[in-house]
């Protein structure tokens, strides 16, 4: 898990340095690959308002860096969750009613008919490798320093060998 070092919210701009700290370390075979504490940085991918499904923001980070006590190394890893506090989701869902009015045809007396449909919408985005994406819901919002994610790490893409 990833704590955020310092507060994020909707007037942070795209491109912004953001930091955070390792909670709980990671093992592997009872061995500490990153310890508790360690720090990692990247940027602010994404910020984007929409009001199309009630009001919410994507927010997408993407963490690159990782200090550690034997040196800096490259962090890459796919988000997995997210805090759920302060309106924070890994999935936008919304329960809407929807009201339509119709009318008979023409020639016929006009009365207006009405239904309620009830429907589940679910919006999501597109994943890039190496960012974290999701959704905040609100007008605004104010993320807290020690904000969580929680991210799974993978190897670094490594580039093609050029062909001979």
């Known amino acids: 898990m990833v704590a955020l070092s ?3 919210d909707d007037r942070t701009a795209v491109g912004s340095l953001i930091q955070g700290k390792v909670v709980g370390g990671v093992m592997q075979k009872e061995k500490v690959l990153v310890p508790e504490g360690a720090l990692v940085e990247g940027r602010i991918r994404r910020l984007e308002r929409y ?3 009630g009001d919410y923001f994507i927010l997408a980070l993407e963490f690159t860096r990782l200090a550690t006590p034997g040196g800096s190394l490259r962090f890459y890893a796919d988000l997995q969750d997210v805090d759920r506090r302060d309106g924070a989701e890994m999935v936008l869902s919304d329960n809407t009613r929807v009201e339509r009015g119709g009318f ?4 016929q007396r006009l009365n207006s008919v009405t239904w309620n449909n009830a429907y589940r919408q679910r919006i999501w985005t597109h994943e890039v490798p190496g960012v974290g994406t999701f959704f905040v819901r609100g ?3 104010s993320l807290p320093s020690g904000f969580k994610t929680m991210w799974k790490t993978q190897l670094y893409p490594l580039p093609a060998a050029p062909e001979r």
């Open 104 to 107: 008979q045809s023409a020639g």
């Open 139 to 141: 007008s605004s919002f």
């Open 6 to 8: 310092a507060p994020l």
């Open 51 to 53: 009001s199309d499904a």
